[in-house]
């Protein structure tokens, strides 16, 4: 993900935001990547510089909050029992099966 996108923060405090831990943090050059865990073990990866990172202070297990402005969000459908192949939509699917949509 772009880091002009999301903020890694050690508080909460919108609705568009993820509690996470710090699985471990990799720095290339001007820029550090930190893999984070979040509930039911999906993992996120970040890139974000040093700047934004140093007062942080990231550690194995620290939690913190991920969040992002509510325009650069994207709700997908989720349709149960129909795969997607090359070439179809997800409205042609939607039209014969169930359709749910997960929030993040």
């Given at each position: 993900m772009?880091?002009?996108i999301f903020r890694i923060s050690v508080q909460g405090g919108n609705f568009n935001c993820l509690e996470a831990a710090v699985v471990g943090e990799e720095?290339?050059?001007a820029a550090g990547i930190v893999h984070l865990e979040v509930?039911?073990?999906l993992e996120l990866s970040a890139q974000?510089?040093?700047a934004e990172l140093e007062h942080l202070n990231l550690s194995p297990g620290s939690k913190v909050w991920f969040s992002?402005?509510?325009g650069a969000a994207h709700v997908l459908p989720i349709i149960t029992g129909l795969p997607l192949t090359r070439?179809?939509?997800l409205s042609e699917k939607a039209r014969g099966g169930s359709q749910e949509q997960r929030h993040f």
């Amino acid at each position: 993900m772009t880091g002009s996108i999301f903020r890694i923060s050690v508080q909460g405090g919108n609705f568009n935001c993820l509690e996470a831990a710090v699985v471990g943090e990799e720095f290339i050059g001007a820029a550090g990547i930190v893999h984070l865990e979040v509930e039911h073990g999906l993992e996120l990866s970040a890139q974000k510089s040093h700047a934004e990172l140093e007062h942080l202070n990231l550690s194995p297990g620290s939690k913190v909050w991920f969040s992002w402005p509510a325009g650069a969000a994207h709700v997908l459908p989720i349709i149960t029992g129909l795969p997607l192949t090359r070439g179809s939509s997800l409205s042609e699917k939607a039209r014969g099966g169930s359709q749910e949509q997960r929030h993040f």
